[in-house]
């Protein structure tokens, strides 16, 4: 079943359970797949629809900080409820350990062997990461893998 497919019945679930507020965020992950496949006229496939919901995690994220600066817990508190639901359809996220062992075979495959190569091997990595890593701390792994 791919993602847009177990939406759409979590979705219509949600609805004769009368659970709005998770109705309401698979809604909103909906629609911006919809925005988004409109806007390329292309079908998105799992990889882009998780790399849309990653998205929509990050800006909550944003959002939230925002709202704790501003000491309106009440919207953060909304954000991070949101977030909870978003995530539950992302895939799992490596562990530090995980993430090494794949920077190191993208090392092995590509032949990267300074900070010079950084481009090439993040180019390696990304494919095989997108959705299960946080792409930053693979970037800060991988300076450190070629510095050291």
């Known amino acids: 079943m791919t993602l847009k ?9 949600a609805m004769k359970s009368g ?7 698979i809604r909103l992950v909906n629609a911006a797949i919809k925005q ?19 998205k929509m995690v990050k ?12 000491n309106r817990e ?6 991070r409820a949101e977030i909870e639901v978003i995530q539950g359809y992302l895939p799992e996220k490596l562990d530090e350990a995980a993430i090494l062992a794949a920077i190191d075979e993208a090392i092995a495959a590509t032949g990267a062997s300074g900070p010079a190569d950084m481009g090439k091997l993040m180019g390696a990595l990304k494919p095989k ?8 701390q693979v970037s800060a792994l991988v300076k450190q893998k070629l510095a050291g």
Request: proline fraction near 0%; avoid cysteine.
């Open 5 to 13: 497919q177990r939406l759409t019945d979590d979705m219509k679930a």
């Open 19 to 25: 659970d709005k507020q998770r109705l309401g965020v």
């Open 36 to 54: 988004r496949e409109v806007d390329e006229r292309i079908e998105l496939d799992d990889a882009a629809v998780v790399a849309a919901m990653e």
């Open 59 to 70: 800006q909550r994220k944003d959002s939230v900080s925002q709202f704790e600066a501003a």
């Open 74 to 79: 009440d919207l953060a508190a909304i954000e």
């Open 129 to 136: 990461l997108a959705g299960q890593a946080d792409m930053g």
